[in-house]
């Protein structure tokens, strides 16, 4: 169950912006805040009246909250390095599924070598800005999306010349 909390940060007290409103999960951690208390309750009202089913983003940022925990020192480095090692993983499991590359698809295939890519990205963006919502990555990536899309529709109306060689 959901519930609306006061937002007490602990950026700047004097010249705080940040939302004075959040709506906390079972565990006390952080799913949204927000600017006006009613449009809280009413988002908790909503959440807590059907079954919420965890989003990746979601499940990315509490299972890395819940990493640093263990003060495993996990650097912006690290992540960066390990995330590179999985993108490889997954060029080369494309690579078999393609044909390029000899021999049987690994375990986790292009799916699962896919998603430990976007774990350990979607680590990343955690250990850049802790307190960002999963709200702000989907918003982030809407933006993104919509201009990816923009591009693809402009490329498919003026595909440019033909180079037939």
Known sequence: ?????????????????????????ENGERHST??????????????NSREVKPSLVGTVLALSREADKYHNHRTIDDILAH???????????????????????????VVGESIDTILCMLDLIYKTDPS???????????????????????KAEDPGPPWDV
Request: net charge negative; hydrophobic share 40%.
């Open 1 to 25: 169950m959901y519930k609306v909390e006061r937002n007490r940060c602990d950026c700047h007290p004097e010249t705080c912006g940040c939302n004075p409103w959040k709506i906390v999960d």
């Open 34 to 47: 927000h600017m006006d208390k009613s449009v809280a309750d009413s988002t908790v009202a909503i959440m």
């Open 83 to 109: 995330g590179v090692g999985e993108m490889r993983e997954t060029m080369d499991e494309v690579d078999i599924v393609m044909g390029r590359a000899p021999g049987p698809a690994g375990v986790d295939g």
């Open 132 to 154: 960002i919502t999963e709200e702000e990555i989907v918003a982030i990536a809407e933006m993104k999306g919509a201009k990816w899309i923009r591009q693809i529709k402009a």
